[in-house]
């Protein structure tokens, strides 16, 4: 059975191999990986586990919103969540 941990410990696997680096944060049941791509701006990817563990992306600050001089890192966001996505659901991109 797969759990919090083991999921934030592959997204911390990743972030190391693609040379990120990551904080986690944690809000009772949910646990937020904060993989920083540039100042004020990441990928924050939430983890809730019951039943099945609940995965969720969000790009920016902690506000989840970006400046118009982040803009060019969203391919590179764009990039890290395809690589999460795959690694830890097994699903391509359309």
């Keep these: 059975m ?4 083991s999921i934030v410990n592959k997204v911390l696997s990743i972030a190391r191999e693609l040379g990120v680096a990551a904080s986690v944060e944690e809000y009772g049941r949910e646990k937020v990986v904060i993989l920083e791509l540039g100042e004020d701006f990441g990928v924050y990817v939430s983890v809730v586990c019951n039943n099945e ?4 992306y969000a790009v920016g600050d902690e506000n989840f919103t970006f400046k118009p001089g982040n803009v060019e890192q969203l391919r590179r966001a ?4 395809e690589k999460l996505n795959r690694e830890l659901i ?3 991109p359309s």
């Design 2 to 5: 797969v759990d919090v941990n």
């Design 53 to 56: 563990c609940d995965i969720e």
């Design 78 to 81: 764009v990039e890290v969540i």
């Design 90 to 92: 097994g699903k391509q």
